[in-house]
């Protein structure tokens, strides 16, 4: 069966501002021996999965551009002994602008990668800074310009809205700045400051001040009507994508396909099975089993509509009663007419999914699925 295929590569030059994920600054050591236990992993997951036909890889972290080229040689290396890919297949690598080297990418295109994902995040030197980025936006352009030299022409910028002192205007040169470079796909996430991260403790002492919604709504609509006017479509919330070029490893998600994942803090999903690898760099590497759970069918078909609702196409009713044996109309049925009568959802063509105003009450509607 199909399955996608997640790598994770843990390690930062140091720690942004807001970082809450699964990334370690300075920890450089530790990459020799983190190689060897994902080729170890790799193999495991192969032999446990023999049925796995892999559609999509992605390489992400983390900063996998900081992984030494020879490294990152040896884990590709591994996931194509062990693994077969569909022909096709999508396979991206995140890079972060500053850490990208032509010997890096050469190893990347050797090995079958062909999308590239860039955290660009603001044009703006002062945007960086606070959000403690190490890059500059002259670093976005001299990456990009450096991949699509070597044949990368899928390629994705993240940018972030939401930001301390951030305005519409700035968000207008970044799109403007990010459009020049011919990008296939732009993600544009809200900054989210999460507990314990630096950016929080600057935030509650009063340090940086976040914008109110109605700032943070009108940058968005700034991106979803630019992107549109420039032939992008949006697919997802916070993602879009030129025709043809919406990132299939993360639609599969939305679509809660299966997926097998690798690394320190990875996340897989097989059956009825998911896992985490631990999220700390001493425990991954000292073998420490995953934390397993088994996911009850009730809990199965709430994630696809939660999952699929995050995307414009929202959820198929076919799919949905091949996944579960069950239709949508006897699971969600009576559940949906209010937020239907409301406007919120339209169910249309086999399909439910969010309207324009929908979208921004996603929480509230799934607390009503709930
Ligand atoms: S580059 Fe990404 S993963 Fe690394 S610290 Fe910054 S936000 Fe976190």
Not at 160 to 172: D, R
Not at 236 to 246: K, R
Not at 265 to 287: T, V
């Amino acid at each position: 069966m199909e399955a996608g295929l997640y790598i994770h590569i843990p390690f930062c030059k140091s720690k942004c501002a807001y970082c809450d994920f699964a990334s370690f600054a300075g920890a450089e050591d530790k990459m020799v021996p983190y190689a060897r236990a994902l080729q170890q992993e790799i193999r495991q997951k192969a032999a446990q999965y023999p049925d796995a036909l892999i559609s999509t890889l992605f390489i992400g972290g983390g900063t996998p551009s900081l992984f030494p080229a020879a490294l990152m040689d040896q884990v590709l290396q591994s996931v194509h002994e062990h693994f077969t890919f569909v022909p096709g297949a999508e396979c991206t690598c995140e890079c972060n602008p500053g850490t990208v080297t032509e010997e890096f990418l050469a190893v990347l295109k050797k090995h079958g990668i062909n999308r590239l994902s860039f955290g660009a995040q603001a044009s703006q030197e002062p945007l960086l800074q606070l959000l403690g980025r190490i890059h500059r936006w002259q670093d976005v352009e001299q990456s990009v310009n450096l991949a699509k030299q070597l044949g990368f022409h899928n390629i994705n910028l993240d940018l972030m809205l939401g930001l301390p002192g951030q305005t519409e205007a700035h968000v207008k040169e970044t799109l403007e700045k990010a459009l020049s470079l011919s990008p296939t796909h732009l993600s544009c996430y809200g900054l989210i400051v999460e507990e314990g991260t630096r950016m929080h403790s600057q935030v509650e002492k009063g340090l940086w001040q976040l914008p109110d919604e109605d700032t943070e709504r009108r940058q968005y609509d700034l991106c979803r009507h630019t992107l549109q006017r420039h032939g992008f479509m949006q697919y997802e919330i916070s993602n879009f994508a030129l025709p043809h070029f919406h990132c299939r490893h993360n639609m599969d998600c939305w679509q809660r396909k299966e997926y097998i994942g690798v690394g320190c803090a990875a996340c897989g999903f097989m059956g009825r099975k998911r896992w985490q690898n631990p999220p700390s760099l001493p425990a991954y590497l000292a073998g420490e089993a995953p934390q397993e759970e088994f996911i009850s069918p009730r809990d199965a078909m709430f994630e696809t509509m939660m999952l699929g609702l995050r995307t414009m196409d929202g959820v198929s009713e076919e799919a949905f009663f091949s996944m579960h044996g069950h239709s949508l109309e006897s699971v969600y049925g009576e559940k949906l007419q209010k937020p239907i009568r409301e406007g919120l959802v339209k169910r249309e063509n086999g399909r439910v999914f969010l309207t324009e105003a929908g979208l921004s009450l996603q929480n509230r509607i799934l607390v009503e699925l709930l």
